[in-house]
């Protein structure tokens, strides 16, 4: 795929996988990026500037993806100005950190919260975007989890949410072939705000560190290297409703 010249929406795009995402695609040629953000404005902002000083035309767009109205428009919002609309990255997610035991706790809006972010978004998106990366011969990439195929993860309904997502990957790239492709890529932990805050930085570090002597590779996984996959897929012209895991062959052990 041409990158040069090309337009990108990246959900959950100011912090993470999402800004590495960007930064990625900016390297790559990219003309235009939506930097998508529900609350998180400061480094929406922070990352749209920085796209700038690479030449990229950069705009932060507020939206929760899982309400369909504000998905649709903010597709529309890219697709005006920028007249088209090449690659989405369903990248915005969120949890609750539940033991697995703890099936009480796991309530129907906790239930709601986490689907309605990690499936119904990706949903929405890609159903409101699909006219305008048909056109373009454009892709998908979803960005699920390793707790998609085993039964860990922060709490049951993440896991669940990723699976669902990778088999909405699939069936996807079914529904919208042949001009669209869809992969997903599956990342085991990643180094970042998203793990980091719940924990504190010494609690997070440690269970790096751990992880890290665990993995083949001897690292935990960055939000680069996951950009890294994700730019694999864009790239990969004839791969589509496939699945890559990103964790350093962790998942081999398992």
């Not at 922070?46 to 597709?75: C, Q």
């Amino acid at each position: 795929m041409e990158l040069k010249g090309s337009v990108g929406i990246i959900t959950g795009g100011g912090t993470g996988i999402g800004r590495a995402v960007c930064l990625e695609l900016a390297s790559a040629g990219a003309k235009g990026l939506v930097v998508n953000y529900s609350r998180s404005a400061a480094e929406a902002e922070k990352t749209a500037a920085e796209l700038a000083e690479l030449g990229v035309e950069a705009l932060p767009v507020k939206a929760d993806v899982a309400r369909e109205d504000e998905v649709k428009a903010m597709v529309e919002q890219a697709a005006g100005h920028f007249g088209r609309i090449d690659v989405l990255v369903n990248n915005a997610g969120t949890t609750r950190f539940i033991p697995f035991t703890d099936l009480d706790a796991v309530t129907d809006e906790v239930w709601q919260s986490i689907l309605g972010v990690n499936l119904m978004g990706p949903w929405y998106a890609a159903r409101a975007a699909a006219p305008h990366l048909r056109k373009s011969r454009g892709c998908i990439v979803n960005i699920a989890s390793i707790a998609a195929l085993r039964a860990s993860g922060s709490s049951l309904p993440y896991g669940v949410s990723k699976a669902a997502l990778t088999q909405l990957t699939r069936a996807l790239a079914i529904g919208l072939a042949p001009e669209v492709r869809v992969n997903a890529v599956n990342p085991g932990l990643v180094s970042s705000r998203w793990f980091r805050e719940p924990f504190g930085d010494e609690a997070a570090g440690a269970q790096e560190k751990a992880m890290a002597q665990r993995t083949p590779l001897q690292a935990v996984t960055t939000p680069e290297q996951v950009a890294q996959a994700v730019m694999g897929f864009i790239r990969s012209d004839i791969v589509t409703g496939q699945h890559l895991v990103v964790d350093g062959g962790l998942n081999l052990k398992y």
